[in-house]
């Protein structure tokens, strides 16, 4: 095997905490370090003992070590050293949104480290706004990559896996997202239901970023929930397709699950997950079978979005396309191997499940 | 000033017992009495001593009147023995959904009388399903007649405000809908996002009951709210637009309200009708401006209804189609008048008052 | 009649709204108009038109006219101007927590004009911390008065209540408070449970301001709700009790009704006063009737607190004590009649149904 | 090593599921197999492909055993002939409340098979309400043995480590219990705060079905939230103690955790455990370190309990003390070091946190 990756990820809230995970996991890579500014509750649960990063060192950046030690985290130095000890090769970048364009700054362009950059940073931050299924082969020798957020990353599988029955005239998706994380110490109105932003939202530039020739629009409503976001989407095919046609090119296409009529709401999807990962992270788009209408040119769907999690296979992606380059299939099959991430159906179809029953 | 109608409302929930409010406020019509199956939170707070309709006679069905005198009601009488008497031109059935169409057959069909029904029953359980804006004069002299549900109510609105501007050629309405009213015993899942009915949801047919020509196309996501549903509305116009057109339009449209940017969720909507109504009815659908986006043929827009009252002017106006007939502006003025219905803005554009404050 | 106390309130929020318009209802009283920083949604939703206090002057400070006028809101002048002008006998503050604090010494003191402030400053605001059912004697004269907060006004007309049959030895109430208003800004956590400050929390050392002998016991719990608090008491009688003791005293004191077993929830309580009052204002404590337990010397009971409203009537009788003095009972008949508030029951004796139905 | 208990776990909810995992990883128990009337949600989380219970065989009862097969589960056979084949020691029942009861007259009595059964149902399904802190030994040779509800089972833990200050006089616990679970399908009332069955609520006389000479009073108030219960407990210890004491006592305990401040609400604590266990199971009654109050005899104290996890270790001593009876502590110390219990603090103290930063 190859030398793996050196890989520091930088910033562990909700994001950063499943990618240094996942880093962990990968065969061609190797988590250097971890840091962030604040012994956070992220730093704490996963850090500290029991956590799933224990014994991961822990890079300091104008912070007292003990205040981290004390926590029962290893720490390993100071950040800034390590950067310049030419020990790291990227640092994967969660930190808050608008402080990786600080960090790039001040911290990565200084040392000449590489890095890949979440969603929450403007798209300037990186040279290439980064999907593995448009143009994972662009990534290779890149400085600067970024990894759009959940709802994008969402929206750019969905429309990965449409795609394939011909060329989609107009994307229009209705996101119903939840007003904060489960642990989000920010608040949220309660009872309350609001715009997210302008209309149309950041995301139909955002995915634009990636497909600028896509006709896409996008609307965010805010909701008072904390597990997951649900899109609706309506989009026009490039021509007359039916719906098994439709359910196909979803449930064929990697990353995408396609959940059966049991699957109700979001806690049930994410329930479904508790059960088989830590953190119950769905990595996968999972589609509502049972909103899958297609009349006309016309498919209407809707799908859930793990916002904790679904960018994770993407990012890891991204550190891989930058420096392995090679096959977008066997890049992502790597990582999806060794998250365990799936597709296809998580339940039997209804009509077969009667039809047994009778 | 002629005889006035004498109508009489069965069922005292979140509807009945706005309805029955708005009828003894119209000059047109006398309040006979009212009736309900059970001594609900509906017949108790509106009822009893202090409540809005304090003194109305309640007429029992099936149950002791003690029942309800022992909680402060009023009770005039048995509904059948009221029913059989003549002294009722029509009944407003805000029962549960369902129950209209039994209380049709066993009831309304048997002594007689008239009646107006709510949009949770099925359309066949009238000659007409109901829009002042579309087909005021088709109520004349019916039956039966039947008021469309909040969503649809609400769809119906917005069309007719932006037909003003030609011919619509797609609607496209994604509902994300209040879980439970505010009072609600029956309970929602909580912290869950999940699609309310089949794709498409059962708007859209309803819609085209009134508008049987519509390109029209709906889904509904349930979400843990109690206030309002908010829609998010793709629509194809007739030809290319300003947004300055359609803002116009839906300002000038009786029953809508547009929304400043001040109006930044559901909640800041229903404590501004606090302040000027009891209950806090918002009667008006309201616009919110700054969602308001005009690319091409597409408009693009987002709109508040409230669940709990946006259908009370529709079902007085029914009433008073039904037997009055006449130029449909002057019924629904009318209603208006009576209620204190508004339209136009809510707040001063954000442009102007930024221009002042610098 | 006498001359009316000229009133002014400063600070249109939750509060500063209700009160103006409780001091509007006063026949001993004059509003003689009303200020606020900001044209916040309380500002707009009351004195826009339509709005119950349309019409009523606003005095700016600090801020231009225009900003207010072209949201429908009549300006008649400068607060400053006001202040000095000798037309105003006192200012009811109702400024976010805090700001009562800075009014008083930079408007208050230096324009020699009384006030009444709201729990959300510290105690020493003032010379007195008021409750009429306690030292409503002390209040005549006084220059500042500070009216406590929702839950301790809660806890003293409990209290209060209690009191009657016999000294109370120990008082231990754990409140399950919202943890926003309907249409706070500010937000909350979602799906969350946390402490609410300290243990003790403020709510016994503020009710101790009233009572300085009591031996009580607070510990306030935020929940994700808007409506209401919830408090579960737990008190130490003078000696053994019956429960129907316990339920007489309650139902006999002045603003405490007691809910029978149809309420069974906060909603059911504020859709209740939803048909009867503006904003649906339960200026009552609502205990559940239910949840009234003895045992020995112990009493434990659960009561609910509407905290946009429980404090207005409290607020009068503030303004009426410090400048008529007089009879407390008279006093809080005044303003009770005047706002409509009750006491007693809200429905019937379950037992007694139960009899009545088999 | 001895042959090992035979164990069938019988309700795939979400305790049963959580049994059978914790069953599975004990060395002197086999889990034999699992069984549910339906292909539940929880069903189809744990047993099929990926779930954590993938391979576990499946016993159908009345149900087709292609309704589970085709849900990708594996069927072991029909779960009456399994009963009678004598391979069965004992079965968790963890059926919805009320059915074990049913369940124990129609299966485990007619096939002589022994049982223990959850909180929700009645004390007398059993012949011991067991808590391995209080009556472990009694357990032993035993038929039937009931473990208390999530609720109970806090109260006993506390009541247990307090114990060993002194005998408790007084225990009062108000419980801010969580309305539903997180993927609940019956729902529950929004934004409504509601007391939990009466008062006293159950609780009390359950802790006494364990330790019926103690002094407690319960009052459960629902609130809407999935994720735990919060319970408020003022207790009356035999003498004057200090802060420091109580906390010890506390964190020296079994399965009782001491959180800091760092944790103020309950999502900081189960995000804490969804780093390091799956489904995020909170095994541990966390207590928060900031409400831990003592005056004179009185210790006030708030503590979360995880609804979902915390009787996993009870029911699993309650098999163990019924088969091997043996030294209390030995049990509870094979549970504890096969699921990774724990103990103690979980964030340093907050005072010698703020001592190394200075």
């Given at each position: ?343 296809g159906r998580l339940a039997p179809r209804r009509a077969l499940v009667a039809a047994r029953q009778s």
């Amino acid at each position: 095997m190859l030398v793996p990756i050196r890989v520091l990820v930088n910033g562990i809230g909700t994001i950063g905490k499943r990618v240094a995970h996942a880093v962990s996991l990968q065969p061609d890579m190797v988590l250097v370090g971890v840091s962030s500014p604040r012994p956070s509750l992220g730093v704490l649960s996963s850090l500290s003992r029991g956590g799933v990063l224990e014994g991961v060192p822990f890079y300091v950046r104008g912070a007292s070590p003990s205040l981290f030690e004390e926590r029962g985290v290893r720490v390993g130095g100071v950040l800034e050293d390590l950067l310049g000890s030419g020990r790291v090769d990227v640092v994967v970048d969660a930190a808050p949104g608008g402080e990786g364009l600080r960090n790039r700054d001040e911290l990565y362009s200084r040392y000449g480290v590489r890095a890949v950059f979440q969603g929450g940073e403007p798209a300037a931050v990186a040279e290439l706004t980064f999907s593995p299924f448009f143009n994972y082969g662009d990534a290779f020798g890149r400085r600067y990559v970024r990894v759009p957020s959940c709802n994008t990353t969402g929206i750019l599988r969905v429309v990965s896996a449409l795609s394939s029955l011909g060329e989609l005239r107009e994307v229009f998706v209705v996101i119903a997202r939840r007003a904060a994380d489960p642990a989000d110490r920010k608040g949220a109105r309660l009872n309350a239901l609001s715009l997210d932003g302008g209309v149309p939202s950041h995301h139909a530039s955002d995915v634009r970023t990636v497909l600028p020739w896509l006709n896409v629009f996008t609307v965010a409503v805010k909701v008072p929930t904390t597990l997951a976001h649900l899109h609706v989407a309506r989009v026009r095919l490039g021509g007359r397709l039916s719906r098994g046609d439709v359910i196909e090119a979803l449930e064929s296409h990697r990353r995408i699950v396609v959940a059966g009529g049991e699957f109700e709401a979001t806690p049930d999807l994410l329930e479904f997950f508790r059960d088989r990962r830590l953190r119950g992270d769905m990595y996968e788009v999972a589609v509502l079978e049972d909103s899958v209408h297609v009349d006309g040119e016309y498919a209407t769907l809707s799908y859930v979005v793990h916002q904790e999690a679904v960018v994770i296979p993407e990012n890891i992606d991204a550190v891989r396309a930058m420096f392995l380059g090679g096959d977008p299939e066997a890049g992502m099959e790597a990582t999806d191997s060794s998250l365990g991430v799936t597709r296809g159906r998580l339940a039997p179809r209804r009509a077969l499940v009667a039809a047994r029953q009778s």
